[in-house]
T-cell receptor, first 112, second 113 residues
Framework: GESVGLHLPTLSVQEGDNSIINCAYSNSASDYFIWYKQESGKGPQFIIDIRSNMDKRQGQRVTVLLNKTVKHLSLQIAATQPGDSAVYFCAEKGGSQGNLIFGKGTKLSVKP | NAGVTQTPKFQVLKTGQSMTLQCAQDMNHEYMSWYRQDPGMGLRLIHYSVGAGITDQGEVPNGYNVSRSTTEDFPLRLLSAAPSQTSVYFC????????????FGPGTRLLVL
């Protein structure tokens, strides 16, 4: 079946270091992927997305890498700041109805 | 723009009661959806709509009804609340009829006793 999972449920990094959050997906037909950030008590906030015809996409301090060969997605956050502390979700568009399928999330904690 | 708004922010219900969770967006988005978020389960799609007058079921539709009489509003109705429906509910919208780049509301916390 379709699944979106995360390799690490929690990640703790030092302020200023780079963070890498990983995500595995199982549906090779998925053509769109997206990362969300969710702070405590708030709704998910869009970070960055990527289509399957791309390997890499960069935003402000964030980069998403897509490896279709091993069905792996990663989110890189440069110079991680305390404000980056949150739960990060990946999602793929590949459900039977073209719906987004969300992973369970990785909690990122940034130590000052 | 206010974006996606949800009311109420928090609600306590007794088993068997019914209620409506409100969702509105002012971005003229065609696509709207409802998710529930449970600990360790991520976000699961309940119902969605690709435009006014059109709704469809998601992954976990049982116990919920929706309607889309206008582009702006997409209410979620719990017909007879059950403790298993205790969750945080998020409404989202996106432009066009696609689910891509959805914008989420702040959520409604529901506790069913």
């Amino acid at each position: 079946g379709e699944s979106v999972g995360l390799h690490l449920p929690t990640l703790s990094v030092q302020e200023g270091d780079n963070s890498i959050i990983n995500c595995a997906y199982s549906n090779s037909a998925s053509d769109y992927f997206i990362w969300y950030k969710q702070e405590s008590g708030k709704g998910p906030q869009f970070i960055i997305d990527i289509r399957s015809n791309m390997d890499k996409r960069q935003g402000q301090r964030v980069t998403v890498l897509l490896n279709k060969t091993v069905k792996h997605l990663s989110l890189q956050i440069a110079a991680t700041q305390p404000g980056d502390s949150a739960v990060y979700f990946c999602a793929e568009k590949g459900g039977s109805q073209g719906n987004l399928i969300f992973g369970k999330g990785t909690k990122l904690s940034v130590k000052p | 723009n206010a974006g996606v708004t949800q009311t109420p922010k928090f609600q306590v219900l007794k088993t068997g009661q019914s209620m409506t969770l409100q969702c509105a967006q002012d971005m003229n988005h065609e696509y709207m959806s409802w998710y529930r978020q449970d600990p360790g389960m991520g976000l699961r799609l309940i119902h969605y709509s690709v435009g006014a007058g059109i709704t469809d079921q998601g992954e976990v539709p049982n116990g919920y009804n929706v309607s889309r009489s206008t582009t702006e509003d997409f209410p979620l109705r719990l017909l007879s609340a059950a403790p298993s429906q205790t969750s945080v509910y998020f409404c989202a919208s996106s432009s066009g009829q696609s689910q891509e780049t959805q914008y989420f509301g702040p959520g409604t916390r529901l506790l069913v006793l």
